[in-house]
């Protein structure tokens, strides 16, 4: 069946409504929301005053009942990780689609990649997949296949235009997640790699309490080695540590850059308190490993193909292979599943 985003009636309301049976709250919450599902919404103290608080007080209360239902349809995905920095800019993006080339050399192994990156898609465009569009069956929505191990979710696929600003408050992009969660057929993976915006948003609370009855595996955070990166990184370290998500390590990337000319040596994000390493070494978490500047990697991103599998050689892939390993052994599996020579 062609896909078409006017066809697919259930497509369409996942963007024009995705919370249908939720409240559709009007204005961001205020500092100490109990938040929509508590038991205290629209009672709290902190919920006098905000134009939600009605909305909330009559909204239902208690456990999400879809819950159960991602997680039944989560229960043939052996391992779940977020990708996550606490900068924008960083190459988080990339960071995941490099560690869903790299699981998916193994021919044995299947990957998908969910884009919760909502209003910055990047990851459909990364994988060079950005102008498809998704099926819808009676089941559920496909992911679309990069290869025939490795697919991808993202809001890229349902836009009618691909430059459409996506304007959303926090409400309607968790009812996005959720959809991506409970209505996508994932299928049998080994990972399920998530893509989150920076920071510590409305996206990754929607992603922790979506995903904390079938478990996550673990965050990799990604960072580069100045100051004001690792200062923000600082603050989702204690956001996976206050949601409780196991973190399988910090990686620094954009760490040096050698000049394919002169070779010399340059630190463009210069690490004035020690960069990653020695972050990581205070935060008491793993430190998977420093990957270089290479414009191959901003090349590669642009154009939809895999840096893993043009440049296997180049340092910057050398350096990343190490930060999969690292991933790999945090997760308990054996280096050969997890990245075949
Ligand atoms: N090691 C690298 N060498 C060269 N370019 C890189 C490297 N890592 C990432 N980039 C480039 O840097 C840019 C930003 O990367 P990316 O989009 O992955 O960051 P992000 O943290 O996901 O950003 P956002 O805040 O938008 O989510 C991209 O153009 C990417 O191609």
């Not at 009007?26 to 919404?41: K, M, N, T």
């Not at 979710?153 to 959809?179: E, H, T, V, Y």
């Not at 009855?213 to 580069?224: F, K, R």
């Not at 200062?231 to 399988?248: H, S, T, Y």
Request: hydrophobic share 40%.
């Amino acid at each position: 069946m062609a896909p078409s985003l006017e066809e697919p009636e259930a497509v369409a309301d996942v963007i024009a409504n995705p919370l249908k049976q939720k409240p559709q709250l009007v204005a961001p919450e205020p500092e100490h929301c109990p938040g929509p599902e508590s038991e205290r919404a629209g009672t709290a103290s902190s919920c006098e005053g905000c134009p939600n608080q009605a909305i909330c007080a009559s909204a239902p209360k208690g456990p999400d009942p879809d819950i159960p239902i991602i997680t039944a349809r989560l229960e043939n995905v052996k391992h779940k990780i977020l990708v996550l920095s606490g900068k924008g800019g960083v190459g988080k993006s990339t960071f995941t689609n490099l560690l869903a080339h790299a699981f998916s050399t193994n021919p044995d192994s299947t990957v998908g990649v969910m884009d919760a990156d909502i209003t910055g898609p990047s990851t459909a465009k990364m994988l060079g997949v950005e102008d498809e569009t998704i099926h819808v069956s009676a089941t559920g929505m496909s992911p679309v296949w990069v290869t025939e191990n490795l697919a991808v979710m993202s809001i890229q696929f349902m836009l009618p235009d691909r430059d459409a600003a996506i304007i959303w408050r926090g409400p309607k992009k968790n009812g996005l997640i959720k959809q991506f969660l409970k209505d996508v057929e994932w299928g049998e993976l080994d990972f399920l790699l998530v893509d989150t915006p920076p920071g510590t948003s409305d996206e990754h609370l929607s992603v922790n309490s979506f995903l904390k009855e079938s478990g996550i595996d673990g965050a990799v955070v990604v960072t580069t080695p100045q100051e004001v990166a690792l200062l923000d990184v600082r603050k989702e370290i204690d956001f996976c540590r206050k949601a409780g998500i196991r973190i399988l390590g910090l990686a620094e990337n954009m760490s040096a850059f050698v000049c394919p000319n002169c070779k010399g040596e340059s630190q463009i994000f210069r690490a004035s308190t020690g960069g990653g390493r020695a972050l990581a070494e205070e935060m008491g978490i793993p430190f998977l490993g420093s990957v270089p500047l290479d414009p191959r990697i901003r090349m590669a991103c642009d154009y939809g193909e895999s840096f893993f599998d043009s440049f296997p050689d180049s340092p910057a892939c050398v350096a990343f292979k190490q930060v999969v390993r690292n991933v790999g052994r945090q997760l308990g599996l054996d280096e050969e599943s997890v990245l075949p020579e």
